[in-house]
């Protein structure tokens, strides 16, 4: 019998189940409460979506074990004052459906099976999750304090919902997007937006596939061409983010020696919520 895992969970976090309009069958949503939410009377705090919710607080429940440490990283910034106490709510993936909810395009290196549905994410986060948190926890309405993130297609899907509803998020956070999907889509759909969120921030590591030790020459060298590709995807990004007509404020941060897992996205965390949510963030451009 296999030993009772122990929540790694810090301070208060709260389920929400729903029946989702949008997608098939129930979803589940883990809202983190920062420190004094229940000693603050009516105040309404700043809000961070994250999808992969299941990875967003506990080792309980992340992928193999690891988690994004979310809480721990936002506790020690609103204590230590580098951000606001906001709220921040892990939407749960849709287990082996996610690369169809996330994706808008296929993965050319991972097709995808079944129907690509990631043109409903944006209507599955404003029509049932947002009006379901909206409705049991005193968050902001003001899309200025509203951010949306996620990593991999996670990246991908709040890539997508940036460029495609500015107008509900004003701040995304998209780590190690999968940059590859549509064949190169994302970025020519990045070149054409007119406007953003407010804020951006993109993470990518330097070594986002790991090299298996012992490869041989032409696998690794394959391996290397990728990694470097996906760092020139994300300046890529940057660089077409930054030439819309309202461009956002981006921030972009190449970690050379970064993996693609749950350790580089909070090792880098700490950076995105301070630029995403500190007090610089506060003025509108």
Same mark, same amino acid.
């Given at each position: 019998?296999?030993?009772?895992?122990?929540?790694?969970?810090?301070?208060?976090?709260?389920?929400?189940?729903?029946?989702?309009?949008?997608?098939?069958?129930?979803?589940?949503?883990?809202?983190?409460?920062?420190?004094?939410?229940?000693?603050?009377?009516?105040?309404?705090?700043?809000?961070?979506? %994250?999808?992969?919710?299941?990875?967003?607080?506990?080792?309980?429940?992340?992928?193999?074990?690891?988690?994004?440490?979310?809480?721990?990283?936002?506790?020690?910034?609103?204590?230590?004052?580098?951000?606001?106490?906001?709220?921040?709510?892990?939407?749960?993936?849709?287990?082996?459906?996610?690369?169809?909810?996330?994706?808008?395009?296929?993965?050319?290196?991972?097709?995808?099976?079944?129907?690509?549905?990631?043109?409903? %994410?944006?209507?599955?986060?404003?029509?049932?999750? %947002?009006?379901?948190?909206?409705?049991?926890?005193?968050?902001?309405?003001?899309?200025?304090?509203?951010?949306?993130?996620?990593?991999?297609?996670?990246?991908?899907?709040?890539?997508?919902?940036?460029?495609?509803?500015?107008?509900?998020?004003?701040?995304?956070?998209?780590?190690?997007?999968?940059?590859?999907?549509?064949?190169?889509?994302?970025?020519?759909?990045?070149?054409?937006?007119?406007?953003?969120?407010?804020?951006?921030?993109?993470?990518?590591?330097?070594?986002?596939?790991?090299?298996?030790?012992?490869?041989?020459?032409?696998?690794?060298?394959?391996?290397?061409?990728?990694?470097?590709?996906?760092?020139?995807?994300?300046?890529?990004?940057?660089?077409?983010?930054?030439?819309?007509?309202?461009?956002?404020?981006?921030?972009?941060?190449?970690?050379?020696?970064?993996?693609?897992?749950?350790?580089?996205?909070?090792?880098?965390?700490?950076?995105?919520?301070?630029?995403?949510?500190?007090?610089?963030?506060?003025?509108?451009?």
């Amino acid at each position: 019998m296999a030993a009772a895992c122990h929540s790694s969970i810090v301070g208060t976090v709260r389920t929400i189940t729903l029946e989702s309009k949008v997608f098939p069958g129930e979803r589940k949503l883990r809202v983190w409460l920062p420190p004094g939410y229940e000693a603050s009377g009516q105040r309404r705090y700043p809000v961070l979506y %994250m999808l992969d919710g299941q990875n967003a607080f506990d080792t309980c429940t992340g992928y193999l074990g690891q988690e994004w440490t979310l809480d721990e990283v936002a506790t020690r910034l609103i204590t230590s004052g580098a951000i606001p106490p906001i709220v921040i709510v892990g939407i749960d993936n849709a287990g082996a459906q996610r690369a169809n909810e996330y994706l808008p395009y296929g993965d050319p290196f991972n097709p995808a099976n079944g129907k690509l549905e990631g043109d409903r %994410m944006a209507a599955f986060l404003s029509g049932d999750v %947002m009006p379901a948190v909206g409705a049991s926890f005193r968050v902001s309405s003001d899309p200025s304090e509203i951010g949306v993130g996620g990593s991999s297609y996670g990246g991908i899907a709040t890539l997508h919902l940036a460029l495609t509803n500015p107008q509900l998020f004003g701040k995304a956070l998209i780590e190690s997007p999968s940059l590859q999907a549509g064949n190169g889509q994302m970025l020519r759909d990045a070149a054409d937006a007119a406007t953003l969120p407010d804020r951006v921030y993109i993470g990518m590591g330097g070594e986002e596939a790991a090299i298996p030790p012992g490869a041989p020459v032409p696998i690794r060298e394959r391996i290397a061409h990728i990694n470097n590709g996906l760092v020139i995807g994300a300046r890529r990004l940057r660089d077409r983010l930054a030439d819309a007509l309202a461009p956002p404020v981006v921030k972009l941060v190449i970690d050379p020696t970064a993996h693609h897992g749950e350790a580089a996205w909070a090792k880098r965390l700490p950076a995105a919520l301070t630029f995403l949510f500190g007090h610089d963030a506060a003025v509108r451009r």
